[in-house]
């Protein structure tokens, strides 16, 4: 299925080449060109048809990248964003606005060629979960902003709190209205606490009725404990963690367990009760992606091996053992200068997060490297 895509960069020469690639790559069918974000968040609330990627200049006049992506969210939540930027240093922030990928300026079409293949498996899993008869038409997303979705369609939740009841009973499943009250109602007196959990519940149950979800999903009081029911719901949090289970996980495996993975576990949610598990299921993806950046750098696929070293930085930039593998690879490839650069980016920035310097191993196996 072809995907439609739309850029948006103000500098029209930067623009128009983007768009020149796109039109070659698999699989985009239609894209369109804008140079002020504004235009494009206009374009895609007034037309009938999802855009389904969207890739962003950072820097621009008025609204830019960062800020756009932010909209999307709310205005098209489940559009895809690629971030496209001169400046490497933005791609942190990228990632914590669960952006699919960046790209850094000039666009290189090999790099571009494994962005897209990452979003077209992400979207045949999504299209799978939606439509297969075992899912019985109704998925809870739990890796990036919590959605549900049922035969009817999205969920709209009443409130923030209801939606957040739903996640909560998720990784809970069973639970006492007492530790409900403390858990996500902490600041409030515990009458008042009480009082919001039944309310809660109330809207929960309302908002699952309304998109025919109550028969899948249900919330009963069984025995003065509040129990979630699930009948063929399907998860991607439950898929994720189950690829880890696996014995024995080919790169293929990884790469779709990975495409699930569209941000932290229910993002946007603050509360203290989501944060030990979010921080495991954050290792999990860790421990997978450094699996697959083994498993490309076994086969000599050295580009793919960096290009996954690089993700995983981004994500952990303290990381001494990763940084080292990024200045590896790019060794292997050649890339001396380009090691070097990185070395002391990642040196002077372990300096000023940890007001410390890299242990005495990594110095030295970094100065063999790059002599």
């Given at each position: 299925m072809?995907?439609?895509?739309?850029?948006?960069?103000?500098?029209?020469?930067a623009?128009?080449e983007?768009?020149?690639?796109?039109?070659?790559?698999?699989?985009?069918?239609?894209?369109?060109?804008?140079?002020?974000?504004?235009?494009?968040?206009?374009?895609?609330?007034?037309?009938?048809?999802?855009?389904?990627?969207?890739?962003?200049?950072?820097?621009?006049?008025?609204?830019?990248?960062l800020?756009?992506?932010?909209?999307?969210?709310?205005?098209?939540?489940?559009?895809?964003?690629?971030?496209?930027?001169?400046?490497e240093?933005?791609?942190?922030?990228?990632?914590?606005?669960?952006?699919?990928?960046?790209?850094?300026?000039?666009?290189?079409?090999?790099?571009?060629?494994?962005?897209?293949?990452?979003?077209?498996?992400?979207?045949?899993?999504?299209?799978?979960a939606?439509?297969?008869?075992?899912?019985?038409?109704?998925e809870?997303?739990c890796?990036?902003?919590?959605?549900?979705t049922?035969?009817?369609?999205?969920?709209?939740?009443?409130?923030?709190?209801a939606?957040?009841?739903?996640?909560?009973?998720?990784?809970?499943?069973?639970?006492?209205?007492?530790r409900?009250?403390?858990?996500?109602?902490?600041?409030?007196?515990?009458?008042?606490?009480?009082?919001?959990?039944?309310?809660?519940?109330?809207?929960?149950?309302?908002?699952?009725?309304?998109?025919?979800?109550?028969?899948?999903?249900?919330?009963?009081?069984d025995?003065?404990m509040?129990?979630l029911?699930?009948?063929?719901?399907?998860s991607?949090?439950?898929?994720?963690?189950?690829t880890?289970?696996?014995?024995?996980?080919?790169?293929?495996?990884?790469?779709e367990?990975?495409?699930?993975?569209e941000?932290?576990?229910?993002?946007?949610?603050?509360?203290?009760?989501?944060?030990?598990?979010?921080e495991?299921?954050?290792?999990?993806?860790?421990?997978?992606?450094?699996?697959?950046?083994?498993?490309?750098?076994a086969?000599?696929?050295?580009?793919?091996?960096?290009?996954?070293?690089?993700?995983?930085n981004?994500?952990?930039?303290?990381?001494?053992?990763?940084?080292?593998?990024?200045?590896?690879?790019?060794?292997?490839?050649?890339?001396?200068?380009?090691?070097?650069?990185?070395?002391?980016?990642f040196?002077?920035?372990?300096?000023?997060?940890?007001?410390?310097?890299?242990?005495?191993?990594?110095?030295?196996?970094?100065?063999?490297?790059?002599?």
């Amino acid at each position: 299925m072809k995907c439609r895509a739309i850029v948006v960069d103000d500098e029209r020469p930067a623009l128009e080449e983007l768009m020149e690639l796109l039109d070659a790559a698999e699989p985009i069918g239609r894209v369109d060109g804008f140079t002020r974000a504004q235009e494009a968040l206009d374009y895609m609330a007034e037309t009938e048809t999802n855009v389904d990627i969207v890739f962003l200049d950072i820097q621009m006049p008025g609204v830019n990248g960062l800020q756009m992506a932010e909209k999307l969210t709310q205005l098209s939540p489940d559009t895809d964003v690629v971030f496209v930027t001169a400046y490497e240093q933005y791609a942190l922030t990228a990632f914590e606005l669960s952006a699919v990928d960046y790209l850094l300026k000039p666009v290189d079409p090999q790099r571009l060629s494994r962005t897209l293949e990452r979003i077209r498996k992400r979207r045949k899993l999504q299209v799978t979960a939606v439509d297969s008869p075992e899912v019985h038409h109704a998925e809870i997303r739990c890796l990036g902003p919590l959605r549900l979705t049922g035969q009817s369609g999205k969920v709209k939740w009443k409130t923030a709190k209801a939606a957040e009841m739903l996640a909560y009973l998720y990784l809970n499943r069973e639970v006492s209205p007492d530790r409900l009250a403390h858990d996500l109602f902490p600041h409030l007196e515990y009458e008042n606490a009480r009082t919001y959990v039944h309310t809660c519940i109330y809207q929960l149950r309302k908002s699952l009725a309304q998109v025919s979800l109550s028969e899948r999903i249900s919330v009963v009081l069984d025995h003065k404990m509040y129990c979630l029911r699930l009948d063929g719901v399907a998860s991607d949090l439950q898929r994720f963690e189950s690829t880890g289970g696996m014995a024995e996980i080919s790169k293929e495996e990884i790469l779709e367990a990975l495409a699930l993975y569209e941000g932290e576990l229910f993002e946007g949610i603050d509360s203290l009760w989501v944060m030990a598990r979010r921080e495991s299921v954050g290792r999990h993806y860790m421990r997978m992606a450094v699996k697959l950046m083994d498993l490309y750098a076994a086969e000599g696929s050295a580009a793919e091996a960096l290009d996954q070293a690089r993700r995983l930085n981004l994500r952990d930039p303290l990381d001494e053992d990763i940084g080292l593998r990024v200045i590896e690879y790019y060794v292997l490839l050649g890339q001396k200068q380009q090691a070097k650069d990185f070395f002391k980016q990642f040196q002077d920035h372990y300096r000023q997060e940890l007001d410390s310097e890299l242990s005495p191993s990594t110095l030295v196996r970094c100065h063999k490297l790059l002599d």
